[in-house]
């Protein structure tokens, strides 16, 4: 099947640094890629929807300052957490759909921010 | 607006026994709707999904679900679960116009030997 990738898996940063997360479709050209942020032991909340070539949609309430969303390949979507806090760990959670209308969607491996 | 009620948010069975998760969806137009298993740090793996075809959708891992419109209930169920069936799942649905999928809050699965 489709496979997406996120990397990195794990990280640990500084308050105040910034933090990028990469998603990339292995194997499919991804028009639009999905971001989602999932809180211990909660479901996922959508954060934007990030479109090839174009500014992302961000959720209501999700700073789009805060969560930079570049998608600058069919294959790469970035999300930026710009001066993390401790209150943005969490665990981010990238999804891609290639073209096609039945709405699935393929989703990566998570990455987990600690912020200290 | 779409959304997905997951009733129930921790499950135990008995290894062996039948495995129920429950979902109901809210949809002004005909949903596809998702059910996702997902293990400790890891990603969404898809376990089956209904796009208006057949009403009785089966997946992976024996996995099977029905879409009942006359209840808007999505549930999940499995004839006899295993150990290594113990995880989080989530129901999803995704909205008119768009592949962006909505969440329930989530059904921990622990399955007792």
């Known amino acids: 099947g489709a496979v997406v990738s996120q990397h990195p898996s794990w990280v640990i940063c500084k308050s105040g640094t910034s933090v990028k997360i990469e998603c990339r479709s292995l194997d499919f050209q991804a028009t639009t890629m999905f971001w989602y942020r999932q809180f211990p032991k909660q479901s996922l909340m959508l954060m934007a929807t990030?479109?090839?070539?174009?500014?992302?949609?961000?959720e209501q309430g999700v700073e789009k300052d805060k969560f930079l969303i570049n998608h600058a390949s069919l294959t790469l979507s970035t999300l930026t957490v710009t001066s993390a806090h401790p209150e943005d760990s969490s665990f981010y959670i990238c999804s891609a759909g290639g073209q096609g209308g039945t709405g699935e969607l393929f989703f990566g491996e998570g990455s987990r921010l600690t912020v200290l | 607006a779409q959304s997905v009620t997951q009733l129930g948010s921790h499950v135990s069975v008995s290894e062996g026994a039948l495995v129920l998760l429950r979902c109901n969806y809210s949809s002004s137009v005909p949903p596809y709707l998702f059910w996702y298993v997902q293990y400790p740090n890891q990603g969404l793996q898809l376990l089956l999904k209904y796009t208006s075809a057949a009403t009785l959708v089966k997946g992976i891992n024996g996995f099977e679900a029905e879409f009942k419109k006359s209840e808007t209930s999505f549930h999940l169920t499995k004839p006899s679960a295993h150990m290594s069936d113990a995880a989080e799942y989530f129901c999803a649905v995704s909205r008119t116009g768009r592949r962006a999928l909505t969440f329930g809050s989530g059904t921990r699965l622990q399955v007792q030997p």
């Open positions: 990030s479109n090839e070539g174009s500014k992302a949609t961000y």
